[in-house]
């Protein structure tokens, strides 16, 4: 997977964050996923493909920054994970692969997305609509932790 696609993501979703929740997220060291385990506790899953590559994107946040930021973008303090941090979630998804999407547009990859879909819980595997190596990025904000993963692939079928 080209480091290129990669940083559009990267970038999304600092630009989101910083601009939606007002949270600065620091970018972690990147490591290819070696288990299907989702991370956090509320996740966010968008299918990418286009002629000649498929994949999908995912951003899975724990509880306490997720709370963070959804509070923060909707004016009002959250205490547990709820319908509408799991329709944030649902919002953050499509805004942050709009924003990659669109960079990677400028570049002359167009990738085309479905509806996205949303996990609760943290006892639930994520299985990538791919088989690729699943390059997974952490993000650090003050309340936490929250990861974004990226699996594309050229397509071969």
């Known amino acids: 997977m080209d480091v290129e696609y990669v940083n559009s993501f990267i970038l999304a979703t600092d630009n989101v964050l910083k601009t939606m929740a007002f949270v600065t997220p620091k970018v972690g060291k990147a490591f290819v996923k070696k288990e299907n385990e989702i991370l956090g506790e509320a996740t966010g899953v968008l299918g990418l493909a286009n002629d000649t590559m498929k994949g999908s994107f995912a951003i899975a946040f724990s509880k306490k920054p997720i709370l963070k930021i959804v509070s923060n973008m909707l004016g009002e303090k959250f205490e ?7 329709d944030a979630v649902g919002e953050i998804t499509n805004m942050i692969c709009g924003q990659a999407r669109g960079d990677l547009s400028k570049k ?5 997305t479905g509806i ?3 996990i609760q819980g943290k006892d639930y595997h994520l ?9 997974t990025i952490p993000f650090e904000i003050d309340e936490g932790t929250f990861w974004v993963e990226v699996c594309l692939i050229e397509n071969h079928s």
Do not use: D
């Open 127 to 135: 299985y990538h609509k791919i088989r690729g190596p699943i390059l």
């Open 80 to 86: 547990e994970i709820n319908n509408e941090i799991i």
């Open 116 to 118: 996205p879909q949303m």
């Open 108 to 112: 002359g990859i167009n990738l085309n």
